[in-house]
């Protein structure tokens, strides 16, 4: 067997120069030091989330109009009865590489890290994926790719007014009452992380809604971990269930004490 097989390198392929091999405690000891800049960039990723709660509101005074499975839909509708709204706009239609069969490499690759839904919903939020392509075809790229997540037609200027015209990214909408509000708007590299409840939630107005959040003064908050539920277990009451915030108050408390000993 060659050195390039035995190191997994292709013929050809050069040397990679990896880091020493040391002994646990060595190793230990180099985890706790990079566990302190991983920690700060935590409170700076949480510290720039209380930011963009505190970001200003852009009325949406134009009316849209999309495409869905049961027919037309206003961005009013695209909340579904929600607080917030996440529009990403993906690119599946013709000119875009991959159409007919695909959407936009890019585009698929977001759509594949998607978590469930029903999380975002249990706080208030709805994810929809729109594009220029008939409800037909969409149907048939879920089907097909195993999608679940709400996805529309554009029919008119609404990728253009809001910056997602020529290439993809995240606009977040609040509503009060039939006012609509643009708050926030994520693209190129931001786009990278999205997918996650958590990184969904953390560019809302309202955040994760739990109570170590700093946000202002009003805003919706419950206790940590206790909304937290099977996705197929959602109820429309969002009380708390009273085992699950023994185990999640249990589990808490071991992870401080823990920690306490360090």
Known sequence: MTSSAKSGRKS???AMH???????????????????KEKAQTRARDALAAERRRMPWMAVEKTYAFEGPDGKASLLDLFDGRRQLIVYRAFFEPGVFGWPDHACRG????????????????RDTTLVFVSRAPQADIARLKARMGWEMPWFTLTDSFDADFGVDEWHGHNVFIRD???????YFINNRGDEQMGGTWNYL?????????????SPEGYP???TYKWWNWHDSYAADPAADKKWAEVSDAGEAAFREANTKQ
């Open 12 to 14: 050809g392929q050069p």
């Open 18 to 36: 990896t880091p020493p091999v040391v002994s646990p405690q060595a190793w230990e000891a180099a985890r706790e030091q990079l566990l302190v």
């Open 107 to 122: 585009c698929s690759m977001v759509a594949d890290q998607v978590a469930h839904v029903a999380h975002l919903n249990a």
């Open 177 to 183: 009452g039939d006012r609509v509000f643009r708050t």
């Open 202 to 214: 953390d560019i809302t107005p309202l955040g994760r809604q739990e109570v170590w959040e700093d």
């Open 221 to 223: 908050q419950t206790p």
